[in-house]
């Protein structure tokens, strides 16, 4: 029996992104499959379907320079030591973002040498931008890009404004409605991406200004839509103290929802972390108390859980109080052993950024995104490459 | 479901169902239960529509991949076998040289069982993503229409991609 052409479709879905570039070369049928949208959209899916059977975690953080840098890490034995850095598909931002969530990273070279750009033009909001996300809506089969922006300092108590802007319609169009409205969202509030959903701990304000709740405030990327979500009130409180927000981050463990609820010693060293889980999406009660958190000497910043639930923190280093908040280090932390394990990767305080949802694509083949940037408009920042097959 | 040939044979034990299927390679012949058989939706459409008869013949696929498909499918029409068990199974199933997986595919394929098209397939993606673009044309006979000039092209657009490969 000879081979069946149509049987190559499935198989490259298999194979990694870079690979593929190079079977381009094979011959022109099969060059023309590989560059199809159609592929591109099979294999980054494919790629979403397998990504819980390899552990590879990302992670972005910024050097004592303030440059910044992305990671992929996949062995388990070396963990901290054994990566890769790979280049980020956005030019045109000068300043830096804040947080990220993606998956579909789309694959090409660190030293981006001779490299397209597919621009984008100068999105309507101004302000400190928050989150910045790229990805596909396997939905409607779109890529698009997702902008939810913080205001600017002299305006600290407006709502956050939401913008997305579409690939084939080549349009930004704002994202409305009486829930964002109702939010304030901090800039330097962590955002945990789960199944396809953007999470922020945010203050919910009453319409007469009154009133003040701690909310979940999400954002679904494959539909567009902001909803406030509950948060584990009766859990949380401690000593009947109302709950404070700046004790609170948000993250992923094992896939699920999660609070940290951290002491909170000072800014930079939260002292010790109690994780909770939230085990029936968007249910208010009950959370799971999963375990705490409480090396000695305190834990500095809990940032994330890798796939084999080790913590990973990062850590001052106590030899540094001079231009402390851009020497922090990376560690693990095994939940087990309450071992604490420092590797070698280095930067600026809270801006470290893990994300166990990284996979590779073929997207933005044609080039990287360009996006016009103008520096007295205010900072505009991206952040990354969310996933929005994943829903 | 699970449990009903126990019962068949332990109440009046008449024969169970089984289906022979011959390869017509080099004539091999295997006889399978028939709900083993039925994991083919070729072989499930021949025998609802009554076009099995009592041998069913199963054209080119040889024997010694026709083995390999029913190991597979007696594994998975075990309703007993865990989910861990069914991936130890399937790795042991695949791990052959890649020309045993093309026809090995190509079997699943024709007979349409979706499980063994999966795991099969992502052996050869596997086995072939660290062979040079060269080798993998010529393993599976594909032909070269581009000029040199137009390969050259092709990969200076991702030249990077190469690094490490002739």
Redesign the interface.
Known sequence: ????PE?WF???T???P??L???????????SIIKSPTFIRAQLNQSIANKNNNGTLFLRHCDEDKKQHFTIHKKNESFGEDYAEIGFPFRGTKRKFNFIGFCGWP???L?H?HRKFISIPKPHHIGIAHFMGFGVDSKNGDSKVVRVVCPARSNPQSPPKAEVYSLSLRLWRYISGDVIDSFRISLWNRLAFVNGVLHWIALSISENMDEKAILILSYRIADDRFQKMPLPQSSLIENREPIDSFKLSIGEYQGLLAIFQNEKLSWTNLGSCRIWMMEKYGVEEPWTNLFKIDPPGGIGVVIGFRKNGEGILEMGNEDTLVDAARRRQMATYDIQTHQVRGFEIRGCFNLFYVDNNYVESLLLLEGDLYMEYDGNRGNIGIAGNANFAQI | MASAPENEKNASAPEKKTLTLKSMINNEEFVVDEHVALQSVTIKNMVDSDCAGDVIPVPTISGEILALVIEYCKNHANPSASEDDLKKADAGIVAKDIYTLIDLVLAANFLDIKGLLEVTSQKIADSIKDLPHQDVREIFGVENDYTPEEEAAVRAEHDWAFEGFP
């Not at chain 1, 029996?1 to 069946?4: A, E, K, Q, V």
């Not at chain 1, 570039?21 to 060059?31: E, F, G, S, Y």
């Open positions: 029996m000879s081979w069946l049987l499935d198989v490259f298999r194979l990694p870079k690979y570039l190079q079977l381009r070369c094979v011959c022109k049928t099969w060059n694959v090409h070279s030293e040498v």
